[in-house]
């Protein structure tokens, strides 16, 4: 795999060959529509290099067990949809507040409840965000080709290690169920980061102690002499719970701002005709795709219109997203909901911008066409 | 100071423990402790996972890998540590609450697949971190604060349930017979499969009081008097079988392991 | 027969909640509760069984040499 190769790849296929890229050598998972493949795919390709599959009995046991797993040191992930990914929050919050690292798999689909399982929708753009309780920041990344998401798979597994966070691949059934014709990467040329382990003696190891100018602590494996307590309840540097609330507000901060500080690293866009812009489509997954079509369109009909393709959803690229607003007139966000990241956006520009919103939530696609006419509307 | 046991496997910063005067859960953690001990576990080859609750405490005073989980998830995780490093032993501590209830239809799939996973219930019939509320195991016609007029479901027998959905050790016992405990967390982890212990607790801060069951002796000695090996109850009479607490190794049986199948077909390419 | 001899009860104070399991289920009657906290009441009946130790929740008790 030295070279770039050319493949027919599945959304769904691009996320589980990208994973074991990274380095995946563990999934749990329970089987839901949209996202089984990712599943039926993994049970078939890692005990081919030596990874272990199991499917669970429910989704809450999926997440835990990958937490687990991830505990002893392996890369692990789960795939879900929905319903499932409701059940995963309360995994999604012992992940966040233990800092362990995991990729947690979202296909989405119609809902709420069981919704419109075989239909698209980004309705859980705000979930992934605020699902589990209680304060916390979250890595949430959404491709929207089948490539893109070999990379932003891959990208899910390094923030996750280096952040010791759970990190949300978000997708949905139109880019999770598409195939396209991939330019596979050369494999030698792509970054993996492995979660840093403790350099200290056994007896000095304090699991959730940072050193100066860190706020990720250094990770043990279980089973290799740091015998570590971790818990989902506030703990104190050595693990152990406490009621402290100043040791809870230090640990809190710091779970918060090892993400939100980090933007330049964590934040991942694309901008399309952005130049020369005076108004600006935002949108993500597979609803950008009919975005940019609209976007020629409208071009061609002589609109300075682009694209900001938001490829880190949450923590959102604000500073980018401020700029626009400074430097252009109108910010339509197009999203197959009826305007969940819109809030966001207009948080963050509607000082300085008109925002304006599109969307839906009946499991069908938006069109160019669509897009072309509430622009032209506007 | 403390004795040579609890300094070796204990992370002894952190005691005294939460634990209430005369809770039994102190006498069941450390007998497995003393379990651990007499097999001579390395420390760092050892897991302990617990759920939620007064028993899933436990993890967090023991100086071993220990995971504090989620309300009955303990086995789930357990089952992600064990099968991604087959090398740990893994220990589960959990309480009737957390496997029973919220994690019932993990402890039956956990079983189902025979993975080598020793679970050691804390069984003390009640809820007692939240304050005394009805458990899966609260005998019917007891109280809780939640069933204030008297419990109206059927108890749950969690060892039957164990043996029923795959587990190849499982046991019983109690506090008054602590040395029990340890000989059959020993047997449990000798085993190579899923080993189920329920022990016995009490708690006479809640459950006791509730149920004006007198205080932590009084306690023990109901166990001591309602405590009967499976050959003898199984000679008694139907009428005189109620109330028992049927106590020893209940069932042992051979089964394909999970982790050591799965490694046959990583094997197997 | 000489380690035996030489073990002897040991009592950690600060650990003991004064449940009385110990002292109830001592086969001598070698222990006592005084002021919420167990107390050694007559030593010399102490034959070394250990059920104190065994059944004590609190880790307050135990035998040991020296």
Same mark, same amino acid.
């Given at each position: 795999?030295?070279?770039?190769?050319?493949?027919?790849?599945?959304?769904?296929?691009?996320?589980?060959?990208?994973?074991?890229?990274?380095? *995946?050598?563990?999934?749990?998972?329970?089987?839901?529509?949209?996202?089984?493949?990712?599943?039926?795919?993994?049970?078939?390709?890692?005990?081919?290099?030596?990874?272990?599959?199991?499917?669970?009995?429910?989704?809450?046991?999926?997440?835990?067990?990958?937490?687990?797993?991830?505990?002893?040191?392996?890369?692990?992930?789960?795939?879900?949809?929905?319903?499932?990914?409701?059940?995963?929050?309360?995994?999604?919050?012992?992940?966040?507040?233990?800092?362990?690292?995991?990729?947690?798999?979202?296909?989405?689909?119609?809902?709420?409840?069981?919704?419109?399982?075989?239909?698209?929708?980004?309705?859980?753009?705000?979930?992934?965000?605020?699902?589990?309780?209680?304060?916390?920041?979250?890595?949430?990344?959404?491709?929207?080709?089948?490539?893109?998401?070999?990379?932003?798979?891959?990208?899910?597994?390094?923030?996750?290690? /280096?952040?010791?966070?759970?990190?949300?691949?978000?997708?949905?059934?139109?880019?999770?169920?598409?195939?396209?014709?991939?330019?596979?990467?050369?494999?030698?040329?792509?970054?993996?980061?492995?979660?840093?382990?403790?350099?200290?003696?056994?007896?000095?190891?304090?699991?959730?102690?940072?050193?100066?100018?860190?706020?990720?602590?250094?990770?043990?494996?279980?089973?290799?002499?740091?015998?570590?307590?971790?818990?989902?309840?506030?703990?104190?540097?050595?693990?152990?719970?406490?009621?402290?609330?100043?040791?809870?507000?230090?640990?809190?901060?710091?779970?918060?701002?090892?993400?939100?500080?980090?933007?330049?690293?964590?934040?991942?866009?694309?901008?399309?005709?952005?130049?020369?812009?005076?108004?600006?489509?935002?949108?993500?997954?597979?609803?950008?795709?009919?975005?940019?079509?609209?976007?020629?369109?409208?071009?061609?009909?002589?609109?300075?219109?682009?694209?900001?393709?938001?490829?880190?959803?949450?923590?959102?690229?604000?500073?980018?997203?401020?700029?626009?607003? /400074?430097?252009?007139?109108?910010?339509?966000?197009?999203?197959?909901?009826?305007?969940?990241?819109? *809030?966001?956006?207009?948080?963050?520009?509607?000082?300085?911008?008109?925002?304006?919103?599109?969307?839906?939530?009946?499991?069908?696609?938006?069109?160019?066409?669509?897009?072309?006419?509430?622009?032209?509307?506007? | 100071?403390?004795?040579?046991?609890?300094?070796?496997?204990?992370?002894?910063?952190?005691?005294?423990?939460?634990?209430?005067?005369?809770?039994?859960?102190?006498?069941?953690?450390?007998?497995?402790?003393?379990?651990?001990?007499?097999?001579?576990?390395?420390?760092?080859?050892?897991?302990?996972?617990?759920?939620?609750?007064?028993?899933?405490?436990?993890?967090?005073?023991? +100086?071993?890998?220990?995971?504090?989980?989620?309300?009955?998830?303990?086995?789930? !995780?357990?089952?992600?540590? @064990? !099968?991604?490093?087959?090398?740990?032993?893994?220990?589960?501590?959990?309480?009737?609450?957390?496997?029973?209830?919220?994690?019932?239809?993990?402890?039956?799939?956990?079983?189902?697949?025979?993975?080598?996973?020793?679970?050691?219930?804390? #069984?003390?019939?009640?809820?007692?971190?939240?304050?005394?509320?009805?458990?899966?195991?609260?005998?019917?016609?007891?109280?809780?604060?939640?069933?204030?007029?008297?419990?109206? +479901?059927?108890?749950?027998?969690?060892? $039957?349930?164990?043996?029923?959905?795959?587990?190849?050790?499982?046991?019983?016992?109690?506090?008054?017979?602590?040395?029990?405990?340890? #000989?059959?967390? $020993?047997?449990?982890?000798?085993?190579?499969?899923?080993? !189920?212990? $329920?022990?016995?607790?009490?708690?006479?801060?809640?459950?006791?009081?509730?149920?004006?069951?007198? #205080?932590?002796? +009084?306690?023990?000695?109901?166990?001591?008097?309602?405590?009967?090996?499976?050959?003898?109850?199984?000679?008694?009479?139907?009428? @005189?079988? #109620?109330?028992?607490?049927?106590?020893?190794?209940?069932?042992?049986?051979?089964?394909?392991?999970?982790?050591?199948?799965?490694?046959?077909?990583?094997?197997?390419? | 027969?000489?380690?035996?001899?030489?073990?002897?009860?040991?009592?950690?104070?600060?650990?003991?909640?004064?449940?009385?399991?110990?002292?109830?289920?001592?086969?001598?009657?070698?222990?006592?509760?005084?002021?919420?906290?167990?107390?050694?009441?007559?030593?010399?009946?102490?034959?070394?069984?250990?059920?104190?130790?065994?059944?004590?929740?609190? =880790?307050?008790? =135990?035998?040991?040499?020296?």
């Amino acid at each position: 795999m030295g070279e770039e190769t050319f493949k027919l790849m599945q959304g769904n296929e691009a996320c589980v060959e990208g994973a074991i890229t990274a380095g *995946l050598n563990f999934f749990a998972g329970y089987p839901i529509t949209p996202s089984t493949e990712i599943a039926e795919l993994s049970a078939a390709k890692l005990p081919r290099v030596g990874g272990k599959f199991i499917q669970m009995e429910g989704e809450i046991a999926s997440i835990s067990a990958i937490i687990g797993a991830s505990l002893t040191g392996k890369k692990a992930m789960t795939a879900t949809s929905g319903p499932g990914f409701s059940l995963k929050q309360e995994g999604i919050g012992y992940a966040v507040m233990a800092e362990v690292p995991c990729v947690i798999v979202n296909v989405q689909r119609g809902g709420p409840s069981t919704g419109l399982p075989t239909s698209p929708a980004q309705g859980d753009i705000m979930q992934t965000r605020w699902g589990t309780h209680g304060e916390h920041s979250i890595i949430v990344l959404y491709p929207s080709t089948v490539r893109e998401i070999f990379d932003t798979t891959i990208k899910a597994f390094n923030l996750a290690e /280096k952040y010791r966070t759970p990190v949300i691949l978000l997708m949905d059934e139109v880019i999770g169920h598409m195939r396209e014709k991939v330019e596979m990467p050369n494999r030698e040329k792509i970054a993996i980061y492995n979660r840093k382990k403790p350099s200290s003696s056994l007896e000095k190891y304090l699991p959730y102690k940072v050193s100066e100018g860190d706020m990720v602590p250094k990770m043990a494996n279980f089973g290799e002499g740091y015998r570590y307590h971790t818990t989902g309840l506030v703990h104190d540097e050595t693990g152990f719970p406490t009621n402290n609330g100043k040791i809870a507000e230090e640990l809190i901060n710091r779970l918060v701002h090892k993400i939100e500080n980090n933007l330049d690293d964590i934040v991942d866009y694309e901008e399309y005709k952005l130049q020369d812009a005076e108004e600006v489509i935002i949108s993500y997954g597979s609803t950008a795709r009919s975005a940019k079509s609209a976007i020629d369109v409208l071009r061609k009909e002589g609109r300075k219109i682009g694209l900001f393709k938001p490829i880190t959803i949450w923590p959102t690229a604000k500073n980018q997203i401020e700029d626009l607003s /400074k430097r252009t007139s109108r910010i339509s966000v197009i999203e197959m909901n009826m305007g969940q990241y819109f *809030l966001e956006i207009e948080r963050i520009a509607g000082k300085y911008s008109k925002v304006d919103k599109y969307g839906r939530s009946n499991g069908e696609l938006i069109t160019p066409k669509e897009i072309v006419s509430f622009i032209k509307e506007g | 100071m403390v004795s040579q046991l609890i300094g070796k496997y204990y992370r002894t910063g952190s005691l005294p423990h939460i634990w209430c005067p005369g809770c039994g859960n102190g006498i069941i953690l450390r007998a497995i402790v003393k379990a651990i001990d007499n097999l001579g576990l390395n420390q760092d080859d050892v897991c302990v996972v617990s759920g939620i609750g007064c028993s899933s405490r436990a993890s967090g005073y023991l +100086d071993f890998n220990t995971v504090h989980t989620t309300h009955g998830r303990a086995l789930a !995780f357990a089952t992600g540590i @064990k !099968f991604a490093n087959p090398d740990l032993h893994v220990i589960v501590i959990t309480g009737d609450g957390d496997s029973a209830a919220i994690g019932g239809n993990h402890l039956i799939h956990t079983a189902r697949r025979n993975i080598d996973i020793t679970t050691i219930v804390f #069984n003390n019939n009640i809820y007692g971190m939240t304050g005394g509320q009805y458990s899966p195991t609260t005998p019917t016609g007891e109280k809780g604060t939640t069933a204030p007029y008297g419990n109206i +479901d059927a108890n749950f027998d969690l060892c $039957e349930l164990a043996k029923a959905a795959g587990a190849t050790y499982v046991s019983r016992s109690t506090i008054y017979g602590a040395n029990m405990i340890i #000989n059959q967390v $020993e047997e449990g982890i000798k085993n190579k499969g899923f080993s !189920f212990i $329920e022990t016995i607790s009490i708690c006479p801060t809640y459950y006791g009081r509730k149920n004006k069951k007198g #205080n932590a002796v +009084d306690m023990i000695n109901q166990l001591k008097e309602m405590s009967i090996n499976k050959t003898a109850y199984d000679k008694l009479s139907k009428e @005189k079988r #109620n109330g028992k607490i049927v106590v020893g190794e209940l069932h042992k049986s051979q089964r394909t392991e999970y982790t050591e199948e799965y490694e046959k077909i990583i094997q197997s390419f | 027969m000489d380690t035996f001899v030489k073990e002897k009860i040991n009592i950690e104070k600060e650990l003991c909640k004064g449940c009385g399991i110990c002292v109830s289920f001592c086969p001598k009657n070698v222990l006592t509760i005084k002021n919420e906290k167990v107390h050694i009441k007559e030593i010399d009946s102490c034959i070394k069984c250990g059920l104190c130790e065994l059944r004590c929740p609190d =880790y307050a008790i =135990y035998l040991g040499g020296k």
